[in-house]
């Protein structure tokens, strides 16, 4: 039996590419409205999907599953992709070729979507692929500045180096699996630990990191933001970094033994503390507004693997919530960069001075995502980031468990830079080097209201992602009680 919600989520991206590329040739104004319309038979799919029962398609149809895990995140995904959609509305409504680059926008989604939805290592790596095409054919056609296409290379080269290093680890996995169920392999593996399984481990675990732009292995991240168009880098830094944590999550972390996890733990440990103080400081050394917040995810991704790799249930609770508030933040983080950008016509921080005068309204959305990424209350991303560090405590890493809390204060320290940078200082000099002041487009307005709007709500009711937290707890074996 199919389930009408799961084929509406599978499909209507792909159906919505499909059309974006047959009919824009006719008419290109009618490619905004079908990716609108393609996300929103998502969203629609996602809800009867999960409220139907039935989560499962057939596997001589596909082999995809959604469950209480992949459903976390897959409303990151699809929130985000809402987003990212309706801001290219006037975003892109000038660009070259416009009805494509909807496509692979829409293909782009899917790709992410049918990662988080695969149940076996053939197709989940097929839509891992997807997700690294759709997006190296968006920077590379629609990336702005003259170093477009050889960041688009360097980005292409460091992703797939670490996608061959996660299908080295996929095929050994399905070679056990004999092509059955790829979670249910995994969760045998655990437990049969056969000859080379801590090698794969620390293959997949290499590859993923890639995905996550964890330290030492980030070079992609900053570039590649940097020169995206503005939908692409909201679907970049909002959702696919996400797919990174995912997969580590259901696949290295859960082949562990349970004898085996000191081993792995230390390095996490370390790697995790390292992005989390290595890419706040490189925030502080940005002059361009764009990157500085790009930098901000290196040092968050720092924090969710920080929570993962304490084993715990209230660690690793906190680092899957905070995928959400991440995906929140950083996509309102980058919508407020971009209307400032297009409101001054520059990205320079020493350029950009005295706007809270100007554009109260626009300084204060930015800093309702600074802060929130800062982890004050009552904004998103304060129950996940304290929940994260108490994850640490409870894990007994002892004086580690403690240094983990300045990292918290280094976040603080660059969001009130990055809001003091904009918002105060000179307007004169600042007005006379930008030029003349634009208009913001309406879609921009809505997409940064909406976000704001969420980001407050969330932080001030935080019981329902809390509670997608604890049920994926459920699918998560390796977690420690």
Known sequence: MTNVGLELLVGSTWVGALLCLVLGWWRERIAPWL??????????????????????????????????????????????????????????????????????????????????????????????????????????????????????????????????????????????????????????????????????????????????????????????????????????????????????????????????????????????????????????????????????????????LYGLASGTSLGTQGALVHIVDHGLLKTLLFVCVGAIALRRGTRSLDRLRGMWRDEPWLVGALAVGALGLAGLPPLAGFSSEWEILGGGLVAGWGAWGYVAFLAPLLTLIYAVTLLTRIGWGSAEAANAASGARHRIPRSVLVAMIALAVLVVAVGLFPGAELALGRNSLSILQWVAP
């Open 35 to 304: 990716s609108l319309l393609a996300m929103v038979a998502t969203a629609v799919g996602l809800g009867l999907a999960w409220s139907g029962g039935d989560l499962t398609l057939g596997r001589l149809v596909l082999p995809i599953h959604l469950d209480a895990l992949s459903l976390l995140f897959m409303l990151n995904v699809v929130v985000v992709g809402l987003i990212a959609v309706g801001y290219a509305f006037d975003y892109m409504r000038d660009v070259h070729h416009s009805p494509v680059a909807y496509g692979l926008l829409l293909a782009f989604v899917g790709s992410m979507i049918g990662t988080l939805l695969a149940d076996s290592a053939v197709l989940l790596f097929v839509f891992w692929e997807g997700m690294l095409i759709a997006s190296s054919l968006l920077l590379y056609g629609w990336g702005e500045g003259e170093r477009a296409r050889q960041v688009t290379l360097v980005y292409f080269l460091y992703t797939q180096a670490g996608s061959l290093l996660l299908l080295v680890g996929l095929l050994w996995v399905d070679g056990q699996a004999g092509g059955g169920s790829l979670f249910e392999t995994v969760n045998m593996l655990r437990t049969a630990g056969p000859r080379g399984l801590m090698a794969m481990i620390w293959l997949m675990i290499a590859g993923l990191s890639v995905k996550m732009a964890l330290v030492p292995l980030h070079g992609w991240l900053p570039d590649a933001h940097a020169v995206a168009p503005m939908p692409v880098t909201l679907l970049l830094a909002g959702a696919m970094l996400s797919m990174g944590t995912y997969g580590l999550v259901r696949l290295p972390l859960a082949l562990v033994p349970p004898g085996q996890w000191a081993r792995v733990q230390p390095v996490l440990l370390a790697v995790s503390l390292l992005s989390m103080v290595y890419g706040a400081l490189l925030c502080l050394a940005q002059s361009d507004a764009k990157r500085f917040v790009a930098y901000s995810s290196v040092s968050q991704m720092g924090y969710v």
